[in-house]
């Protein structure tokens, strides 16, 4: 190693709430301030807030009767559990990083089909 050169070790610290969450979905786009927003979210049916049933003599439902509300069904949620501001150097590196492990993970998965 040459004199001009230095060695830095990065250590990594996480939040006491620091907590991985799944994402299948992603909105977002370039800021006022020229930077890339990215809001990620998990894609769902809602869940009705209230079911009726009428239950056989033998304690199983037979039919549902009612649901509320009722067009529960004919919507979707999209939780958005977190998002990433970056500027366009990061965004950048995030993309060639993010493509590396695309290909590396097509890779695996064309190794284990062709066994």
Known sequence: MSGKEKVVHFKY??????????????????????????????????????????????????????????DHEENIIRYVSTGVVMNLETAKLFHEWLGEHIMMLEQIRNEGTQQ
Do not use: C, M, W
């Open 13 to 70: 610290l996480f939040a006491d709430d620091y907590n991985p969450v799944y994402v299948n979905g992603a909105h977002g786009g370039i800021s006022p301030q020229g930077e890339i927003v990215v809001n990620f979210y998990f894609e769902r049916r809602p869940l009705p807030y209230e079911e009726t049933y009428v239950f056989e003599g033998t304690g199983q439902p037979a039919r549902k009767t009612d649901v509320r509300p009722p």
